[in-house]
């Protein structure tokens, strides 16, 4: 259910003949293997090149709060609509009109941030709404701007399911008719979500995607945005890493980084390039950096400390600490058994005495 509303319903509305009406017979309807190959399918299309592609629907975008997953939807119909390329870097196809449904933010917030766009743009429109329904998303956003692009952050403000149901068949049902929905209005876009935050315990193989196993079965596509922190970012610019979680019909690509830039008036957004290995182990020494620093107080250790004695007190590798004793700021005294390290620029702010 959402908001008194059965799914289903919402799905006969949708129209595409997914639920059966009452007492009709719709057949199925079939092609051989040979008569599929022989008719041909055409190229993949993308909205956005590599990353959006044109008939799979809406993709979900997640990830923790502070991972820009406003902004960059922004930014996406920022790009639909004037045609320009998505953090500079990924072509796109221009559509008639890129619409933002914000249910998250309050309305000011979010005025603020699209009014931060360098540009005036007549095609993008913005409904601020409170309450999110099928009905209204259709009837309001979709007749009214059919083939646009159209984001919707985000959502935990549209799926309310009847507690009584088997929550996994309830979502997949309400994606599936999402996707309808876009579907007959020739739309895409992106949903925003939040990420699951993981818990103690919790194995490697937890899924970082928030909600059933059943949303990821019945999207087509999912793309994973983390922030990086590092101490050296500018004090107004941020970056994010992309990664691919679900691609769908298009090719599994590499993640890659966007920074973030802003002023008091307008924000900009930057392709920063792929993240590879180099990039991962760097950003890793820089984690752990933060880890052992709590352990090599300069006042407290005049003369600085050993390796061995910080794998034992941080619980991290001994090739971790190392790669960790190679950044910034840390100088190395002597040679062999008596090497130790001196901490000479703190990453992490120290609290004030």
Not at 68 to 90: D, H, N, Y
Not at 98 to 110: E, H, L, Q, R, S
Not at 269 to 285: M, N, V, W
Not at 344 to 349: A, D, S
Request: contains cysteine; glycine residues 6%; charged residues 30%.
């Amino acid at each position: 259910m959402i908001d008194g509303k059965d799914l289903e319903s919402d799905a006969s509305i949708a129209g595409r003949g997914t639920v059966e009406r009452a007492n009709e017979y719709i057949p199925w309807t079939s092609r051989t293997q040979a008569e599929i190959k022989s008719a041909g399918t055409p190229p993949l299309e993308y909205d956005i090149d590599m990353l959006a592609e044109r008939y799979s629907g809406p993709s979900i975008l997640f990830g923790d709060s502070g991972a820009m997953k406003s902004w960059q939807g922004v930014e996406e119909c920022r790009c639909i609509a004037t045609g320009q390329p998505l953090f500079g870097k990924f072509a796109v196809r221009p559509r008639p009109f890129a619409v933002y449904v914000n249910i998250d933010a309050p309305p000011y917030n979010f005025d603020r941030r699209v009014s931060m766009i360098v540009e005036s743009i007549p095609n993008f429109i913005v409904f601020n709404v409170e309450k999110f329904s099928l009905e209204h998303f259709e009837r309001d956003v979709l007749q009214r701007f059919p083939g646009a692009w159209v984001v919707v952050d985000c959502f935990a403000d549209t799926f309310f399911p009847d507690p009584r149901e088997e929550q996994g068949a309830a979502m997949r049902r309400f994606i599936r008719s999402l996707r309808m929905l876009y579907a007959k209005y020739e739309c895409n876009g992106t949903i925003i979500d939040h990420s699951r935050r993981q818990k103690p315990g919790d194995p490697s193989s937890t899924e970082r995607f928030y909600g059933s196993g059943q949303k990821k079965a019945a999207i087509r596509a999912m793309r994973y945005a983390e922030r990086l922190r590092r101490k050296d970012d500018r004090p107004n610019s941020l970056r994010v890493k992309i990664s691919c979680e679900k691609p769908g019909e298009v090719p599994l690509w590499e993640p890659f980084l966007v920074t973030f830039t802003w002023t008091d008036e307008n924000f900009t957004t930057t392709y920063g390039g792929r993240f590879d290995e180099a990039t991962a182990r760097g950003e890793a020494a820089l984690q752990h950096r933060t880890i052992i620093e709590q352990y090599m107080d300069p006042n407290e250790h005049l003369d600085g400390v050993t390796a061995a004695h910080l794998v034992k007190m941080s619980k991290l590798a001994k090739k971790q600490v190392l790669a960790a004793l190679k950044t910034r700021g840390i100088e190395r005294v002597g040679d062999g058994r008596n090497t130790r390290y001196k901490l000479i620029e703190p990453m992490v702010e120290q609290p004030d005495e």
